[in-house]
């Protein structure tokens, strides 16, 4: 029977040089890539894994669950979602769209669906209101424990070298942000997601 994902990484294992890994992409060329290329490899392919281990960790592991426990993280209750950040960054500002439950995004149903779009689009015109922010990225990822969780990354306005999709690279590289402006940034992105 055809194994579309299996055929998908031997084709990529066919593509190993001499020493076993995959030749760098453009990426390494871009001015925004956090890494210069010299000294730069690609990690080894790893093995196929199928079937591939439960997205879902136990609730009692889940960051998101956490935040949505602390008033001071979150950001805005809604119906089935909710607005929370994290309790650090190193970005001027990073606010998720969750889900109230511990639940994926393949959980939600038609109105879950309609109320995302809504609060994504509102989540990120309220973080495009703070001041200094020059964009913001939107990204789906799961923070690890199937909790379904829309990140919106700001960018500050000016560092054009942290633009575009490596921004979380960055974000790992950066020192963290005062405490106190993130707390000022949240009451700001508070009353913005409040207001009608
Ligand atoms: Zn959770």
Redesign the pocket.
Known sequence: MADPGRDFLDRAQAAVGDDGRLPLGAMAEWDVFPFEREGLRARPLTEYADPEPDRRKP?AD????AA?DRPDLVLHTGDRLAVVRPGGTSLPFVANVVSRS?EPLDDLDDGGHVELGRLIGRTYAALRGLDGIGNVHVNKWENG???LSVTLLARPRGVLQLRGSNLAAWADLLPPTPAEELDARADRVRAALAAP
């Open positions: 609730e889940c960051k998101t669950c949505l511990h424990t199937g909790h």
